[in-house]
């Protein structure tokens, strides 16, 4: 079968490989529409970091590359394997690719986001979903109710993400939001939002595409920190700034700006994948009381994101920004989000 694997740093090649066999426990899939992460982009330009490099295999799969891409995707289930229940072939499905050992006391806590083990189907090892087949651990799988396209359903993975953070904030309802940077993360936070009950929701961004989108999303305020005083603008409507702020930029200026943005007792939540350690103000955290907290993939949200879907709360379909076959993915693909990164939400492949 076709299978989009990486090899290295800028090194991603549509491979001929074998059929994943279905192992019992498991459930074997014919994926029809993966998106392209911004990880998987972050792993071709300065990669290998969360993929395997030799002599460093994932301490679950035990794989190093090259490793089989595509963690956002929704395809038919092919073949069952021994014992699996409730998933029958034919069933569409979306997959959530977390590897975890299951086993530890954060996994049995029910924390398995966090698991010291973590791994990504799609970028650890055991297959991926840039490939015509892959088989997936049953405790990954999720059937889809007749209202939800697989195309949509590929991006059931990356709204998880932005659900999760949503709910971090433990929102009371009406809160006001803020959301430094419209990037997919920061326009799937938007779309959670908005249905989690929060009050007005603000959006931070530099890029005129990326303001529009937030704008198309819903977002209520769009603030560009070259022409406005974000600050300012903020404490002014809802008095001594917002209730949430989120930061999906992952700078030192956006977290400062998410930081100088709350109110007292303010809460902030960084969802972003940060590159390097950064500096910034504890001591004006300290006068507000600020809580800072984190937000991590997903854990137990994808029934809700999918009842979202199902119910028509939330349309995804303006994320959806190019459709290419799986030979093109390197060049409309991945090096399409890199030279033309404000062009596109979510660019997704057909396997
Ligand atoms: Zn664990």
Partial sequence: MRAVRYHGNRDIRVDDIP??????GFVKIAPEWCGICGSDVHEYLIGPETIPSPGRPHPITGETVPIVMGHEYAGRVVEVGEGVEDIAVGDNVAVEPIIRDNSCPTCTDGHYNLCPQLG??????????LSEFSAVPAYMVHVLP???PTDVAALIEPLAVGWHAARMADLRGGESCLIVGA???????LLSLKVQGAGEVVVVELTDARKAKAVELGADLVLDPRSDDVVAV????YGQGVDVAFDAGGHAETIQLALASVRPKGRIVNIALWEHPVEFDMFSMLFK??????????????ADVIEALASGAIDVRPLITARIPLEEIVTGGIEELMHNRDAHVKILVHP
Avoid: M, Q, W
């Avoid at 903020?234 to 409507?237: G, Q, S």
């Avoid at 009381?289 to 991590?296: F, G, P």
């Fill in 120 to 129: 990504f189907h799609g970028l650890s090892g055991y297959g991926g979903g």
């Fill in 183 to 189: 990037g997919p993360i920061g326009l799937v936070t």
């Fill in 146 to 148: 007749a209202g939800v």
């Fill in 234 to 237: 903020l404490a002014d409507r």
């Fill in 289 to 302: 009381e600020s809580n800072l907290t984190a937000s991590c993939a997903y854990c137990n949200d994808h």
């Fill in 19 to 24: 059929e994943p066999e279905c192992k019992p």
